[in-house]
């Protein structure tokens, strides 16, 4: 069945940096396109980047352009987030998703924290 498993997540002053990353499983992940949410306390689930299938295009959010860059590595079946000059306001769970069989599916979550 279709996993993904994120890790990279902690506590990170305000400048600072952190890498998120993905590890999918259970289908053909070269083939889907794979996106990076995050949800604050509080508030709605947002979409921050996403990825099409082979690593071609990508799509920010414009609260993250320019700070962050996903990227995948389709021989590991891993997505990546790169999250530079992290601000509070950038504090949430961070989840990956894949839309497969018509059919959304999200990892638990890394949490980023983003505090001096």
């Known amino acids: 069945q279709v996993q993904l498993v994120e890790s990279g997540g902690g506590l990170v002053h305000p400048g600072g940096s952190l890498r998120l990353s993905c590890a999918a499983s259970g289908f053909t992940f070269i083939r889907y396109a794979m996106k990076w949410y995050r949800q604050a306390p509080g508030k709605g689930r947002e979409l921050v980047a996403l990825?099409?299938?082979?690593?071609?295009?990508?799509n920010y959010a414009d609260s993250v352009k320019g700070r962050f860059t996903i990227s995948r590595d389709n021989a590991k079946n891993t997505v990546y987030l790169q999250m530079n000059s992290l601000k509070p306001e950038d504090t949430a769970v961070y989840c990956c998703n894949v839309r497969y069989g018509f059919r959304d599916y999200w990892g638990r979550g890394t949490q980023v924290t983003v505090s001096s």
């Open positions: 990825i099409i299938a082979a690593g071609g295009s990508t």
